[in-house]
């Protein structure tokens, strides 16, 4: 492996002119310290939040990964790779959770479906840690994030979900987060009056 993960998202991040908070960069370096450093087979790195028992067992679709051209072929044009800039991968689907820079407003942390879904996750980085290390195996819309990680597990997977009580352990000693039942509770809006999902309809108006 050539490079660190975290040099890796820097260094993608810098075509854009923009970092991320604190919060992240530390979660991303606790994480690549214990080896959730993995590559694609084009040699792509990205960093996965949860393991089992070993990265040949990996359970969660939830990582870092900064996906190329992901926003133009979202938006079906050039123009908005400056505002909405994918880091996350959280589905199965290939939905993903982007930093979303937008003139007069503060950052937001937005949801780009593969089906087209487009929302609001957080507004706060604390808010967005917690929904990513909760144990959420696959995050493709607004209803998996309504269900308990348990129950989300259950509907994909057999076996018993495996808890992720080491990484809640290090964000709620860390930072005195709280874990609340679902990642839906977190939500700062509802299906109406979301800034991103009107943002979304006015670009592909």
């Given at each position: ?8 998202l ?11 908070p ?5 979660l991303i370096?606790?994480l ?27 359970w969660?679709h ?20 400056k ?29 780009l479906?593969?089906e087209?879904?487009?929302f ?5 980085v604390?808010?967005?840690i ?5 144990g959420y195996t696959s995050?493709?819309g ?5 269900v ?8 994909q ?6 808890e992720?009580?080491d ?7 860390h930072y ?6 679902t990642?839906?509770?977190?939500l700062p809006?509802d299906?109406?009056?979301d ?8 670009e592909?108006?």
């Open positions: 492996m050539s490079t660190t993960f975290e040099s890796h820097r260094n993608s991040l810098t075509d854009f002119d923009i970092d991320l604190h919060p992240l960069w530390a370096s606790w690549e310290e214990r080896g959730h450093r993995h590559e694609t087979v084009g040699g792509m790195p990205w960093l996965s939040m949860f393991t089992s028992h070993g990265k040949s067992e990996l969660s939830v990582c870092f990964e900064p996906p190329p051209d992901l926003v133009r072929f979202w938006f079906s044009r050039d123009g908005l790779e505002q909405v800039i994918p880091f996350v991968h959280c589905g199965g689907d290939g939905s993903h959770i982007a930093l979303w820079r937008h003139p007069g407003a503060v950052d937001r942390y937005v949801f479906g593969s087209g879904e487009a609001t996750v957080a507004e706060r604390e808010d967005l917690v929904i990513l290390t909760m995050i493709e607004r209803d998996d994030l309504m308990t990680p348990e129950l989300n597990w259950e509907h997977r057999d076996g018993d979900w495996p992720p009580v990484i809640m352990s290090w964000v709620s000693e005195g987060l709280l874990y609340p039942a990642g839906g509770s977190l809006y299906h109406d009056g800034p991103f999902a009107a943002f979304v309809a006015a592909s108006g």
